[in-house]
Nanobody
Framework: VQLQASGGGLVQAGGSLRLSCAASGLIFSIFDVGWYRQGPGKQRELVATFTLGGTTNYADSVKGRFTISKDNTANTVDLQMNSLKPEDTAVYYC???????????WGQGTLVTVSS
């Protein structure tokens, strides 16, 4: 199983980026999926999740700016990030979890840098 995150880069404050996570050996449609991030000197934190039931959840810091989506046909999970702030600078990781099956997979991370 492999999760491949892409789309990170350098962007100015106020700009947008779209992250994408592609899976091999795993079908996102049967997993809870999410994006997490770890900023410099910080612990990893939840950014957004998309549950099996179709419910989305966002960290307060990104509500109204970020949108998580899942494409079951393409088997990808995306994170649209708008109105980016310097404090959004972090390595972003995608995750696929199915607690009932004791399965928990993480991607390798993609770096997002927001300049002021």
């Amino acid at each position: 199983v492999q999760l491949q995150a892409s789309g990170g880069g350098l962007v100015q404050a106020g700009g947008s980026l779209r992250l994408s996570c592609a899976a091999s050996g795993l079908i996102f449609s049967i997993f809870d999926v999410g994006w997490y991030r770890q900023g410099p000197g910080k612990q990893r934190e939840l950014v957004a999740t998309f549950t099996l039931g179709g419910t989305t959840n966002y960290a307060d810091s990104v509500k109204g700016r970020f949108t998580i989506s899942k494409d079951n046909t393409a088997n990808t999970v995306d994170l649209q990030m708008n109105s980016l702030k310097p404090e959004d600078t972090a390595v972003y990781y995608c995750r696929a979890e199915r607690r009932s099956l004791k399965r928990d997979y993480w991607g390798q991370g993609t770096l997002v840098t927001v300049s002021s």
